[in-house]
């Protein structure tokens, strides 16, 4: 009888679903933080707090924002992608599903992350510099 690591308990496709998700997930948590501190930054707010439960839920809502922004940009070439389904975890499973079938999927990735982090930056004219701030003028 083989020996089974029992780290190994799931078949392959099962597995590689999960490595997928857990990639997934770290990516968008990386880009959702980003965008939470830059959105707070663009409105002269102190950086977000672990313990806030305010700030989780802005965090939150970058999340819903950045997935619903992937499902609309990433095409629809995955034939088995879950359809119909506007929560977080219907979103996400769908971006694994792109991952995983996808060959360029984070290339794809990259450019609709870097799209939605540029338009939390604050255009020409919202930009105030320091001197600006304190003195009040716009």
């Known amino acids: ?10 078949d392959l496709d099962t597995r590689i679903a999960h490595e997928v998700r857990e990639r997934l997930e770290e990516a968008i948590d ?3 933080l980003d965008a939470l ?24 809502r970058h999340v819903l924002a950045f997935l619903r922004r992937l499902d609309a940009e990433v095409p629809a070439e995955a034939t088995s992608r879950p359809r119909g389904r506007d929560d977080q975890e219907g979103l996400l ?33 919202e930009r105030r510099g320091v001197l600006a701030r304190l003195f009040g003028r716009s």
């Open 37 to 60: 501190v830059r959105a707070r930054q663009a409105r002269g707010l102190p950086a977000p707090a672990a313990d806030s439960s305010a700030d989780r839920a802005e965090y939150t």
């Open 93 to 125: 499973a769908g971006q694994v599903t792109y991952a995983r079938t996808l060959p360029d999927y984070w290339q794809r990735f990259e450019a609709v992350s870097e799209r939605f982090l540029a338009e939390l930056a604050p255009s020409g004219g």
């Open 1 to 10: 009888m083989p020996f089974r690591h029992p780290d190994r308990s799931h």
């Open 30 to 32: 990386f880009v959702c």
